[in-house]
């Protein structure tokens, strides 16, 4: 059967529905569609034909993505949605099957897997939402919808059937990673490589994943709480290996590979054992990863002569309650021995601090903050805190009458950046929002990063140079916007 796998447009940018906290992000970062790639993956694998269309990635509006469904006529339609998208996403679905009435709509993502009976009384047209780890599930809603049509039987989803909205039951998490199609593979056949860009990476780079879900229990992380249920589960060394060959055979301008878990640094053993094959393979491919701050220097070491250029870390906050509060699990000392041994290891390293978790004060914003100086990481960023709806954070504000809407719009800006709809006692959004953008810049226009990032450019011309100033391009309308509420959200009157 015909199938067609769409992420939609939205906002007539390049909004990354697929990063962790879905916007037009402020350094032209477009994340790849891994999840969707992977569904579509897994149709093909069961012998369907497959539309993969990336609207916001090949520039695609409204009009000319219904043309498109219209002349492909899939019989299965599967929608990707996010938190600030969400009214958008919905509507879109209701217009698909207003345009194709006898396609079956399927919405997957974090926000519909979240609030699946919420969503379907807001679009009372789609058929239905694949709840979670959706791959599975994609391929035998195909196989009955080719066959006698009854989806009673499919666990993991929500139905509309005639009106009455009905749930299937939880459907079991994918062990073997390893029977998944590779990402290198379905990207070659559908995606172009030219409009995705990770702005910590080399361009033009690739994503993949090697693992789903995370063992620890941040309560503001979205993908392991809603997609995976914190369920923690690998492919295998040699499975990743060879994953990497395929991307250098598919795409041989490729300039860095993304591991884009959310935690690769779970096991150090088996960091050293991926890294440890892509050293016997000779591995040329630079490569980034997100790791955890108990990364140990030997992994660390066998990363960088594996290819690893950079590294990229949830520092969080500078302050120690703080942390406890979200439960990460880690330590501010930590942070500040793994930041020592990457700079052992000659590996890079991109922080990522955020604003407003439980118990955030002006005075433990200006801990994170001077806490960033002395981790002198290559690169930083600084977010407002972003509470999704299936998340152990967004109950807690929720319950504590701290979130000051739940108008899913508000989740971005009218531009389509981030925003913040939680209101701390001291901290309103506003200031979290204009501290996060003060913070940045009090970062960044350091007359010492700037000689920093100067000689980096000039010594790595073609590689560090071109990254960076991609990456400033984009990102100096925002880097230069006068602050509003600057000295008031350090604490100044």
């Known amino acids: 059967m015909k199938a067609a796998v769409v992420n939609p447009p939205f906002m007539n940018g390049r909004f990354s529905r697929t990063s962790r906290s ?43 993505m219904l043309q498109m469904l219209a002349e492909f006529n899939p019989q299965l339609t599967v929608l990707d949605t996010s938190t600030p998208s969400i009214y958008s996403d919905l509507r879109i679905a209701s217009m698909t099957k207003k345009c194709l009435p006898d396609t079956f709509v399927l919405l997957v993502g974090t926000h519909v897997s979240a609030l699946p009976i919420q969503c379907l009384k807001l679009a009372p047209s789609v058929n239905g939402i694949a709840v979670g780890e959706y791959d599975s599930t994609l391929v035998e809603v195909a196989e009955e919808l080719d066959g006698a049509g009854d989806l009673s ?49 080399r361009f033009p780079s690739v994503m993949t994943i090697t693992s789903r879900g995370c063992p620890y229990r941040c309560s503001f992380c979205v993908w392991p709480q809603v997609m995976h249920r914190e369920s923690y589960r690998v492919r295998s060394a040699k499975h990743v290996a060879e994953e990497f060959g ?93 930041a020592e041994r990457a700079r052992k290891a000659g590996l890079l390293v991109h922080g990522c601090f955020m604003a407003g978790n439980p118990g955030e004060t002006p005075e433990t914003l200006e801990e994170t903050f001077q806490m960033s100086l002395k981790l002198a990481p290559d690169t930083a960023q600084f977010f407002p805190i972003m509470a999704y709806p299936g998340t152990r954070l967004f109950n807690q504000y929720r319950s504590e009458g701290k979130l000051k809407t739940e108008n899913f719009n508000r989740w ?82």
């Open 22 to 64: 879905p916007a037009i992000n402020k350094s032209g970062t477009l994340y790849w569609p891994l999840w969707l790639a992977h569904g579509a993956g897994a149709l093909e694998q069961a012998g369907h034909e497959v539309l993969f269309l990336d609207c916001p990635a090949e520039g695609i509006n409204e009009h000319d």
């Open 153 to 201: 039987g499919v666990t993991g989803l929500c139905l509309n059937i005639r009106g009455e909205l009905v749930e299937t039951g939880s459907r079991e998490m994918i062990e073997d990673l390893d029977s998944l199609p590779f990402l290198a593979d379905i990207y070659s056949r559908h995606l172009n490589p030219e409009n995705y860009f990770f702005a910590a990476a």
């Open 246 to 338: 395929l991307f250098k055979e598919h795409f041989p301008g490729i300039q860095e590979i993304v591991i884009e878990d959310d935690t690769f640094s779970i096991d150090s053993r088996r960091v050293e054992e991926i890294s440890e094959i892509l050293i016997g393979n000779r591995n040329r491919i630079p490569w980034t990863a997100n790791v955890r701050a108990n990364l140990s220097l030997p992994a660390m070491r066998k990363m960088k002569a594996a290819g690893c250029r950079l590294i990229i870390v949830g520092y969080e906050s500078g302050s120690q309650e703080i942390l406890n509060a979200v439960s990460k699990g880690t330590t501010v000392a930590q942070n500040m021995e793994f």
């Open 412 to 493: 971005v800006t009218e531009e389509g950046l981030h925003d913040c709809v939680v209101d701390l006692p001291e901290l309103p959004s506003e200031t979290l929002v204009e501290w996060c953008n003060f913070a940045r810049k009090r970062f960044y226009l350091r007359p010492g990063y700037i000689l920093y990032k100067g000689i980096q450019s000039l010594a790595h011309p073609f590689t560090e140079g071109r990254r960076t100033m991609r990456a400033f391009g984009t990102f100096r309308k925002h880097l230069f916007r006068r602050s509003k509420t600057s000295r008031d959200s350090r604490g100044e009157k």
